[in-house]
Nanobody
């Protein structure tokens, strides 16, 4: 069974950058599309970005398009989310997920495997 562990979340000023990592264990992430979700207090979970396991296709929510970049390193069994020009409204707990319910080009809906989440806080 795949286990996921996110890292990289921290407090950052508006306009700053962070790179989140989603490290896999117990299985190879290369066989799965991987998604990043986020959830802010009082808000619904949002599918932020997703990357295919086969052809490199990606999805980005409109709210992050042009600022976030998803990538994967199969040798390191890790998926990344590079977040640039961060905004206060990006503040949330970010989760990665594998074995998705995802129909490209739409957003990811759910996953069978989840990490524990990493807190991203954007504030001055």
């Amino acid at each position: 069974q795949v286990q996921l562990a996110e890292s990289g979340g921290e407090l950052v000023q508006p306009g700053g950058s962070l790179r989140l990592s989603c490290a896999g264990s117990g299985g190879r992430l290369r066989y799965y599309p991987i998604a990043w979700f986020r959830q802010a207090p009082g808000k619904e979970r949002e599918g932020v970005s997703c990357i295919s396991n086969s052809d490199g296709r990606t999805y980005y929510a409109d709210s992050v398009k042009g600022r976030f970049t998803i990538s994967r390193d199969n040798d390191k069994n890790t998926v990344y989310l590079q977040m640039d020009r961060l905004k206060v409204e990006d503040t949330a707990v970010y989760y990665c997920a594998a074995d998705l319910t995802w129909s490209y080009p739409g957003p990811p809906r759910a996953g069978n495997y989840w990490g524990q989440g990493t807190q991203v806080t954007v504030s001055s």
